[in-house]
């Protein structure tokens, strides 16, 4: 089931860039767009990496509190926020849940709040959120400013029982753009137990709204290659984004030919 949608779990301090040293939350893949590379696909380019922490409660004012008219915080004593002071930039949060009950409904619900600080443009800031690939972005014009905006994606789990949820935000225009994120449920039913189930290596989609999804598609498609596999060894088999690679990963002891 999903893990952390409260923030309060605690987190893992990122590698510094700078003095910045950003907290990925417990639970959660936290990647942002590297300056000078596409906002998610977009004409737009990411300017600069922004802040990406926990907000505690003690840190917060009184009406901003839990539960108060401009509350921050919507579970336990804490709230991601990710923000920058005046570049554009484009951040993710993912976790791949498992061992959902496959062909079940699940409904998963993601509230973001964007301060928008008097933006103009309503695509200035955006937020989307996508399970195994569906989704969309919202933007800043439809979130409004400081309201708690509930992405809220319905879905039929897939034969594999596992969701790839994955959370962006970005900010388009060198201007100051804060996003809150909290209080992440997910209503699934959980799958049967599978003790000796053989793991499987999931396909990463990396969902990519728009318009670098081509480098998903320009993999080879309609070919068959054959393996021979010793008896008494399973196969396990992925899909990867790589054109024209194929990755084999061995046990120890085992050497491969290439015919
Ligand atoms: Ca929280």
Request: glycine share 12%.
């Amino acid at each position: 089931m999903l893990k952390n949608g409260t923030f309060t779990e605690g987190w893992m301090d990122m590698p510094p860039v700078g003095n910045l040293i950003n907290q990925q939350p417990n639970g959660w893949i936290l990647r942002w767009v590297e300056p000078g590379n596409s906002l998610f696909g977009a004409g737009d380019k990411a300017g600069g990496v922004p802040e990406c922490v926990h907000k505690l409660a003690g840190q917060l004012p009184a009406n901003e509190q839990l539960g108060a008219k401009d509350a921050l915080i919507l579970a336990g004593t804490s709230t991601y926020k990710v923000f920058h002071a005046g570049s554009p930039f484009g951040v993710e949060l993912k976790q791949v849940v498992t061992g959902l009950k496959p062909g079940s409904k699940a409904t998963l619900v993601v509230p973001i709040l964007a301060v928008l600080y008097d933006e103009t443009d309503p695509f200035g800031a955006e937020s989307g959120v996508w399970v195994n690939g569906q989704g969309e972005w919202i933007n800043g014009g439809q979130m409004g400013n400081r309201k708690w905006h509930r992405h809220k994606v319905t879905f039929t789990v897939p034969d594999n029982g596992t969701a790839i949820i994955e959370i962006r935000v970005k900010s388009k225009w060198p201007r100051k753009k804060d996003f809150f994120i909290d209080g992440i449920t997910l209503e699934a039913k959980p799958g049967p137990e599978t003790e000796n189930e053989i793991p499987k290596i999931l396909p990463d989609p990396i969902v990519i709204p728009d318009r670098d999804k081509e480098t998903a598609e320009a993999a080879t498609t309609g070919q068959t290659i054959s393996i021979k596999v010793p008896s008494g060894m399973k196969l396990i088999t992925a899909v990867s984004n790589e054109a024209n690679t194929i990755i084999l990963v061995v046990p120890p002891g085992v050497s491969v030919q290439k015919s």
